[in-house]
């Protein structure tokens, strides 16, 4: 079989590009079926619409390398062993508790 990291991100790599598909669609739809608030904030503010345009621009590319950074962040945390899921109660899995 695979080395255990690998394995790992075999499994994890579906759930994590599937994970950025809600922060791209919403990206892709901004303007068409609401008005950003950078944008409109720019223009009551007194700002030009290209300038305005190109604030909103840079906001919604900072969010989409935010939301791949954490996307990568939990990838590789996962893969290396260190996020793990905490066991649902009722599961044959002994759960350690610290007595007081």
């Known amino acids: 079989g695979l080395p255990e990291r690998d394995a790992r991100l075999e499994v994890a790599r579906a ?10 669609d ?5 303007g068409l079926v609401t008005l950003p608030g950078a944008f409109v904030g720019m223009l009551l503010g007194g700002a030009s619409p290209l300038t305005a345009g190109a604030v909103q621009v840079f906001v919604l590319i900072a969010l989409l390398a935010v939301e791949a950074v954490a996307v ?3 990838l590789e945390l996962a893969a290396r062993g260190r996020l793990h899921r905490r066991p649902e109660p009722g599961t044959d899995r002994q759960r350690t508790s610290k007595s007081a």
Do not use: G
Request: no cysteine; hydrophobic share 55%; proline share 6%.
């Open 15 to 24: 759930a994590a590009s599937d994970a950025l598909l809600p922060a791209l």
């Open 26 to 30: 919403q990206t892709r739809t901004v």
């Open 72 to 74: 990568a962040l939990t």
